[in-house]
């Protein structure tokens, strides 16, 4: 049987993409512990639509 963990996905959403007024959202899934990092993420990624590196936000 596989071992049950504390590592749950999370969905991550651009903060700039919505105030920019163009259609589409850019979103990521990864994957956190959240025995360690039990609040919220913020990880710079590529945002396609902008064409540069953007701050995203862990959803729910």
Known sequence: MAKKGNRVQVILECTE???????????????????????????KKFNPTLKRMTV?????
Do not use: M, V
């Open 17 to 43: 993409h919505k105030d920019s007024g163009l259609s589409g959202t850019s979103r990521y899934i990864t994957t956190k512990n959240k025995k360690n990092t039990p609040d919220r993420i913020e990880i």
């Open 56 to 60: 995203h936000k862990e959803i729910k």
